[in-house]
């Protein structure tokens, strides 16, 4: 009996949800108008800091769902590690866990070193790789509005996301950028690529123009190691 009244009290709070006050397309427009310029000031937010920017370095957490064809998502990977960013185009990306490995550009060539297998990978940086994601657009690759269509997903005072859809050819679809909408620091990226794979990236301990060596955007291939040529 208790559980029979509980269901028709169920019902009836559902029933009156159902309809409940309902937001009339003035207040919808009123809203959207709202989120647009929220996201419009934490987008100029991240242009303004960034072009003061000339160096970045942090702590990273990476979480990579990857899309099989013809099957589910996998289950998400997660690796950790630190990296390095700097103008123009350069990086390190230093894999700590589960297993090391090293992705590094001089913003010319690429190498992505894999120790377990002794192997580096190299290509042009021209191609448009992107890794760990789309941090380093934020360091040299232009206007935000020029280059992206921005979108505010969410806005508050305290915290924005803002979707990026490329206005040229790209090798991802769009990305995403957690931002503080004061600052414009970036503490989250998240990428999904063309086949619909989705890598999202953390950075904790952010640290900014602290001048790297030249050194830590290069890559010594190790005695022994075989490389590989991508892209030529």
């Known amino acids: 009996m208790i559980s029979r009244h509980r269901r028709a009290a169920a019902l009836l709070i559902t029933a009156l949800a159902a309809v ?3 937001a009339t397309a003035a207040e919808k427009a009123a809203t959207k108008a ?12 991240v242009q303004k800091h960034y072009e003061g920017v000339r160096d970045v370095s942090a ?3 990476q979480t990579t769902i990857a899309v099989k064809l013809g099957a589910s998502p996998s289950q998400p990977s997660v690796s950790r590690g630190r990296v390095a960013l700097a103008k123009p185009g350069k990086m390190r990306w230093t894999y700590e866990e589960p297993e090391p ?8 060539t690429v190498w992505i070193y894999d120790p377990a297998l002794r192997e580096v990978s190299t290509l042009p940086a021209s191609r448009g790789f992107l890794t760990g ?5 934020l360091l040299g690759a232009g206007d935000m509005r020029r280059d992206f269509k921005v979108t505010a ?18 090798t991802y679809e769009k990305v995403f950028l957690g931002v503080d909408p004061h600052t414009g620091d970036v503490h989250q990226t998240r990428i999904v690529d063309l086949l619909g794979n989705v890598a999202t ?20 291939v190790p005695e022994g190691v ?7």
């Open 101 to 108: 490995s090293l992705v590094v550009s001089d913003g010319k």
């Open 133 to 137: 994601p789309a941090a380093q657009f």
């Open 59 to 61: 702590r990273f957490e």
């Open 153 to 170: 997903v969410t806005c508050s005072e305290a915290a924005a996301e803002l979707e990026l859809i490329p206005r040229q050819p790209a």
């Open 34 to 45: 709202n989120a647009d310029r929220c996201g419009d000031r934490a987008a100029t937010a």
């Open 226 to 232: 075989k490389v590989i040529e991508l892209g030529q």
């Open 20 to 22: 409940g006050p309902r």
């Open 201 to 220: 990236v953390e950075f904790r301990e952010q640290r900014f123009n602290l001048a790297p060596a030249e050194s830590e955007f290069r890559f010594e």
